[in-house]
């Protein structure tokens, strides 16, 4: 799977892929946390995944680039498709699907053991990949990332010294050093000030451009400031975690068809 | 706009909680004093041994007397507070007198036999006449390295290799292997020497051999080495292992790349703990080398003098510049383990 710097490049530009579930269920050991979610993502689209915690949300984004099966305990029923293969398929290795679903966690995780620049090219190292320009790739992810000015001068510091929300910014520019098709983040801006949080959000309607991103939040505004379409997900006492309500974000925020969805996006409960 | 010079300050400056009344200072001071008199007066009239009367005089007596100091001061809750007090200043009293003793007479005894020559020269025209200007320990020192380094050699990629299983995969024997681990930390470093003796010696395929000596340590030191690394491993945050698969690592390059970057110095502490536990074992090495007066430089065949050993050999021997080569050796293994003990403070602290 060597993959050269050019497919690299030109993917970033031509590649349209969309992610689709179909009745996923999740099961920890016994307990049903996930019931019945389908849900498209279609290409170059942004998808809010909103709701109350332990509703399922992060859960059902770690299925989509195979990160659940790590979790001892884990069970899943139902088909995730990337481009009409199905992900979890027998014989189908979940590296290559995390290669293509790239994945930005709630908690800024950059590698502590390495700089800044080796944390962009860390994805590369990890998979075994060259680039022709590693210089080119740095400067290029960190720009799309929009942190690149601020580092520039510095890319040989350790990534600990940057700040929590430059942290984040430089997890995002990892990610897109592998030249994901689908970018899943879980509540990327949740640890972070103002500032940094509306540096990200343009970043994500930037990458929109010509990726599909995925993102669980808390935050109902950013919701609507980013994505093309929301789904809210809800966990009833004892029952497992599902989709209310999926459509188009400002109609759902404006007129809900479900009164569960109207007392959460108004701030009534959750 | 008033200076922080011309604010007005409370009695104890700028840490009032620490400010106490007089009357309190004074029942503080005769609280202490009064007991350690009492002590050294009885001390002196029955000519009690020291230990004895810190012991069985002085903690009681100081015991009644801070309850009371307490029970004046600070009321009913003082006496609890005040009675842990004394008792964890007493245990960490006796304790760095037992310790501080114990280094004093390696020290002391072992000045007088040490110098240049005893670190780098070997024991061949060593009599019991002999003076200690001629002679040494410094085939043993050799000894001692080659025989604890070959067991270092097999046990840290060993251990670290288990550990590595322990928490990095989802292996079946996980418990089971934990389990023996845990249970071989008590082995006895005598059982240890007589298995390697029963497999390999009674069995008549070896001859005493440093090499021997090796695979008892290796015994040893296995089940530090795999608790240590393990706990080491365990320190890395679970977010780096999920990034690192998430950015489509191999679980092998992940651990390479990611996770033994971050647990480096830990597992060379852990190594260095690993050493330190039986560079100064004895009993194995008793029963699986014999004692050479000659420098041996091949683990795998003859006799082979190490530290331990050779300051056995010595104080059994019975005879004054014999004891006094062993102390003098005793304090040459005491610096090796202290510079291990120093390589890993400097190491764990380098953070």
Known sequence: MDVQASNLTTSLLDRESHLEARNIHVWFKERHVLSDVSLQFPAN????????????????LRTLNRMHELIPGAGLAGTIYLDNEDIYAPGVDPVSIRL?????????????????????LAGLRLSNRRTRDENELVESCLNRASIWNEVKDRLDAPAG??????????????????????????????????????????????????????????????????????????????????????????????????????????GRFG | M???????????GVTPWKVRSRSVSIIIVLASAIPAAITFGIQKALQVPGPIALLLIFLPIQLVSSWIAAAATRGRRGIADASLNVVVLFA????????????????????????????????????TTTS???????????????????????????????AVYLTETRGRFRSPVRFFAQAMSGLPSIVSGLFIYAVFMASGISRPAGWLASAALVLLMLPTIIRMSEEVLKLVPGDLRSAALALGAPQRRAFFLVIFPAAKTGL??????????????????????????????????????????????????????????AWAAALMLLSVVAMIFAATRMLSNQK
């Open chain 2, 2 to 12: 008033a200076t922080l010079e011309s604010l007005p300050r409370p009695n104890g």
């Open chain 2, 132 to 162: 200690l200007d001629y002679g040494g320990a410094g085939h043993a020192l050799l000894g001692s390295f080659l025989v604890v380094g070959l067991a270092t050699v097999v046990a840290v990629p060993l251990g670290i290799a288990v």
């Open chain 2, 268 to 325: 060379i502490t852990a190594i260095l703990l690993g050493l330190a536990r039986v560079v100064g074992e004895t009993a194995p090495l008793l029963v699986t080398t014999r004692v050479n007066a000659n420098t041996n430089v091949n683990p795998f065949s003859g006799d082979i003098s190490t530290l331990p050993t050779y300051i056995f050999s010595y104080l059994t021997a019975g005879f004054d510049t014999g004891n006094a080569r």
């Open chain 1, 161 to 266: 010294s940057l700040s929590g929300g430059q942290q984040q910014r430089l997890c995002i520019a990892r990610s897109l050093a592998l030249a994901p098709d689908i970018l899943l983040m879980d509540e990327p801006c949740s640890a972070l000030d103002p500032g940094s949080t509306r540096r990200i959000e343009e970043t994500i309607r930037e990458l929109s451009a010509d990726m599909t991103v995925v993102i669980v939040t808390h935050n109902m505004q950013q919701a609507q400031r980013v994505s093309d379409q929301t789904a809210f997900f809800l966990a009833e006492e004892g029952q497992p975690g599902h989709v209310v309500e999926f459509g188009n974000t400002d109609n759902l925020f404006s007129a809900p068809n479900d009164p569960r969805t109207e007392d959460y996006v108004n």
């Open chain 1, 100 to 120: 293509r679903v790239g994945m930005v966690f709630q908690k800024p995780n950059p590698f502590p053991t390495m700089t800044i620049k080796g944390n962009v």
């Open chain 2, 92 to 127: 960490t009293t006796f304790v760095s007198i037992m310790l501080g003793s114990v280094l004093y007479s390696v020290i002391n005894w072992g000045l007088k036999a040490i110098s240049p020559h005893f670190i780098y020269q070997n024991n061949v025209y060593v009599t």
């Open chain 1, 45 to 60: 689209s942004v998808t809010a995944l909103i709701g109350p915690s332990g509703c399922g949300k992060s859960t059902f």
